[in-house]
């Protein structure tokens, strides 16, 4: 109760327009895209750009901001619960922001809007993309990488709560992890795809949601566990105090 | 009477630079401390380590007996902070801030709200980010003295703060002090502020604690001693022996600056070795108590300058001494 409290209260309560905002980017990106081009390939390449926006801006605009941090260790909470913050921010934010997505892209909707455009543009928007129906599994993963990536940079914010130290990892070293994730995100990402569309016979459009299903929620707590395997930690040394 | 807090050669290195060495520190109940010293003297790391914002890197420090860095809740609910520059989030406003520790906090007291509110002037529903320094702080005090805190960690709690305001606070701390067997740590350049509400005082320079001890025993403690070169001459070893916090030496005279210390052992009190100097002389020279009177002139300070005493650069590195 007290840590749905804390979620309210510091970063749901002030973000909660944002995060409106970012909830509607990907059926905006969905229907913009639509108007350009009507093939329904071209159409996963947009929900992957909504997709990356929500991850991106769901992790980003999340309220986390370094002040906070000193805010939040002076409240009553105990030192876990607080140290597992970032991952369960980010985590929901990213869920939040991908619902619509989902939504949009089963019901139906995005075409039904997209239409509508096209129908009082009175415009021919048909002209065919070349190739987009490989180009989303790369997209999916660089979205998830990017979400890693921030969800590792929100951790090091949250350095002060964890019982080993704070993370003496410079940017050179997230951007290999960026880098590592990117490679593995790419494997799991086109295996899921495929794998989804093997078993349950579902076409780019289908198989873009599943695969997204399972992939996005995978992206926090892998970067938690390679938080905690990977980063270095340093006892005396933390950059917060030296600024002060 | 139990102590609140304590710390056991706490150290904090940040890098190369050792911010905070071998602190050997307590804190009574029921005592009001001034932590003193210059601009990075290790004040606010010290406070921050008491809190559990950041790891030490030698020593340990208990604050109601609980290690900071995994402190319970139920224990960090009875230590009220208010940093030095105000961290509360800006997109609340007041109201709804303290809507949100009425819930976290059990004992919260909402008679003491409301006079502080009313006292303050506080407008509730402005934002936080829109806020002056000064309201700010007065919000963050008003969360921390009504959380029902029976330890308040103040880090410069008047910075900022106009004369009003100023006195308003240290009003308010007084009463709050008197109610019970409270304790109280705060931060402050302004010594000022310390002869009002401090009970006991603690100076840091450069990272060691030089002083701590009551006030007026601080007072009592700190001469600035004026003689003749001959005097000194004689009675050199004597006042080596107490803790030598400046001196200026010439052919003529000595001034130094002492902080004497009475030794207690059972149940007697040994005099100060001023008095032993002058009974010295006395007993050992043709020299009459008015003429040692007159070439030894004992000027006791100011906490000004007890304050820049301890804390001046010139000033002897002395090891931690009684709390």
């Not at chain 2, 030095?84 to 949100?100: K, Q």
């Not at chain 2, 109610?179 to 060691?208: K, N, P, Y």
């Not at chain 2, 008015?290 to 002395?318: F, G, K, P, W």
Request: aromatic fraction near 8%; charged fraction near 20%; include cysteine.
């Amino acid at each position: 109760m007290q840590s749905l409290k804390l979620w309210y209260a510091l970063f749901l309560r002030p973000s909660r327009w944002r995060l409106f905002m970012l909830m509607g980017l990907a059926p905006i990106t969905i229907i913009a895209m639509r108007l350009v081009d009507t093939n329904d390939n071209a159409l996963t390449v947009a929900t992957n750009i909504g997709m990356i926006g929500g991850a991106l801006g769901g992790t980003m605009s999340s309220g986390i901001r370094r002040p906070y941090v000193e805010y939040l260790a002076s409240l009553p909470f105990e030192r876990a619960k607080a140290r597992a913050l970032p991952y369960e921010i980010a985590f929901i934010f990213v869920m939040l922001t991908q619902v619509p997505f989902f939504l949009f892209e089963y019901t139906g909707a995005n075409n039904f809007a997209a239409r509508g455009i096209l129908a009082y543009l009175n415009g021919d928007f048909s002209r065919v993309s070349p190739g987009y129906l490989s180009a989303w599994p790369p997209i999916g993963a660089l979205g998830f990488s990017i979400l890693a990536f921030f969800t590792l940079a929100l951790a090091d914010e949250y350095a002060r709560f964890d019982p080993r130290g704070p993370s003496k990892n410079g940017l050179g070293e997230k951007v290999i992890v960026f880098v590592v994730f990117l490679a593995l995100a790419l494997c799991a990402w086109f295996g899921v795809h495929e794998l989804a569309s093997e078993l349950f016979s579902l076409d780019p459009h289908g198989s873009t949601c599943v695969s997204g299903l399972v992939m996005i929620p995978l992206a926090v707590p892998l970067a938690r566990t390679l938080h905690k395997r990977v980063i270095r930690c340093d006892t005396d040394h933390y950059p917060l105090a030296v600024s002060q | 009477m139990s102590n609140v807090i304590e710390t056991h050669s706490l150290g904090k290195i940040y890098g190369t630079e050792q911010a905070v060495r071998d602190l050997d520190w307590q804190v009574e109940q029921g005592t009001a401390v001034a932590f003193l010293g210059p601009n990075g003297a290790g004040k606010t790391t010290t406070i921050k380590m008491l809190l559990g914002f950041t790891h030490p890197s030698r020593g340990s420090c208990e604050v109601f007996g609980a290690e900071p860095w995994n402190m319970p809740p139920e224990t960090r609910m009875r230590i009220g902070y208010v940093p030095d520059e105000p961290c509360l989030p800006t997109f609340g406003t007041a109201g709804s801030i303290l809507d949100y520790h009425r819930t976290l906090y059990p004992c919260w007291d909402r008679k003491l709200e409301r006079e502080l509110i009313e006292l303050f002037q506080l407008s509730l529903k402005k934002q936080i980010s829109k806020l002056s320094k000064g309201q700010a702080r007065r919000v963050a005090i008003v969360l921390a003295l009504c959380q029902g805190s029976e330890l308040l960690l103040l880090d410069e709690p008047t910075a900022g703060l106009d004369v009003a305001a100023r006195r308003e606070l240290l009003g308010l701390l007084t009463g709050w002090l008197a109610d019970g067997d409270r304790s109280l740590v705060f931060s402050t350049h302004l010594v000022g502020d310390v002869e009002r509400i401090a009970t006991h005082a603690s100076f840091m320079q450069r990272g060691r604690l030089v002083a701590s001890d009551e006030l007026e025993a601080l007072k009592a403690d700190v001469k600035r001693i004026r003689m003749t070169r001959e005097i000194w001459d004689r009675t050199r070893p004597s006042w080596e022996q107490t803790e030598l916090l400046s001196s200026e030496v010439d052919e003529h005279r000595a001034v130094l600056c002492v902080r004497e210390f009475r030794t207690q052992s059972s149940a007697v009190l040994a005099p100060y070795a001023s008095a032993m100097v002058e009974s010295t002389l006395t007993a050992d020279s043709d020299m009459s108590s008015s003429a040692i009177d007159q070439a030894i002139d004992v000027v006791h300070l100011s906490l000004e300058d007890i304050y820049l005493e301890l804390t001046s650069n010139n000033a002897r590195n002395v090891e931690p001494c009684r709390a």
